[in-house]
């Protein structure tokens, strides 16, 4: 199932938010919005409903000629990053008009968060997926290794989804039931609870429930 409507946003970084209790919660900044509708998707053309929206601008000088030409219909000029997002009614939204945080969220809300990993480059198996190795005493041999991956006789191959070496992070992460702290709308900033995936200043992207 697609996911419903949300907002494209840019990590921040973390810190520490105090309740009026007093208690201190680690949350995660999040600058989100405000997002430009683009285009409209309807199942008369396209064979779905959806809205084409455009976070972060991008100046006129460093957007090719087919996409400015995209861009100039909505009239707020360029835009970095270019997302959809499944709608019921597409006409409810104009060609040009910002959604803001506050048309979306409240505090208390629950959401998820999809960003993209850190990547980690080519790892072995201890850190790629949590082995203790071998014995670390002298004339081991065998420290780090990932050991035995199948057998000879039958079948005769490596099974599929053997936890190997490989490349590790740089993935879609989607991180469920984010509780929403605090909103800063004059900043366009949201304070969530706990950490989300991916670097400082990364794309993510709140949807809501």
Not at 12 to 26: K, L, N, Q, W
Not at 151 to 170: D, E, H, L, Y
Not at 192 to 200: I, L, M, N, S, Y
Request: hydrophobic share 35%; charged share 25%.
């Amino acid at each position: 199932m697609p996911k419903t409507m949300g907002i494209l946003g840019k990590k921040i970084g973390m810190t520490r938010f105090y309740s009026e209790e007093g208690s201190a919660v680690g949350v995660t900044v999040i600058e989100a919005g405000p997002c430009v509708v683009l285009q409209k998707k309807t199942d008369e053309n396209d064979g779905y409903k959806a809205i084409q929206v455009g976070f972060v601008n991008k100046r006129e000088s460093r957007v090719n000629r087919p996409m400015l030409g995209h861009f100039n219909k909505a009239g707020k000029g360029g835009f970095y990053y270019i997302r959809e997002f499944r709608v019921e009614d597409p006409d409810q939204y104009e060609i040009g008009q910002e959604i803001k945080l506050a048309d979306l969220f409240k505090v208390g809300d629950i959401v998820d968060i999809t960003g993209k990993t850190k990547g980690r480059g080519f790892q072995g198996v201890i850190k790629r997926h949590g082995f203790h190795g071998g014995r670390k005493t002298h004339g081991s041999m065998f420290h780090r290794a990932p050991g035995s991956i199948g057998c000879s006789a039958w079948p005769s191959r490596v099974i599929k989804g053997k936890k190997m070496p490989g490349r590790m992070g740089n993935n879609n992460v989607t991180k469920k039931n984010v509780i929403i702290i605090d909103i800063r709308e004059e900043d366009n900033v949201v304070l969530v609870k706990g950490g989300v995936p991916g670097a400082k200043q990364g794309l993510l992207t709140i949807y809501t429930k």
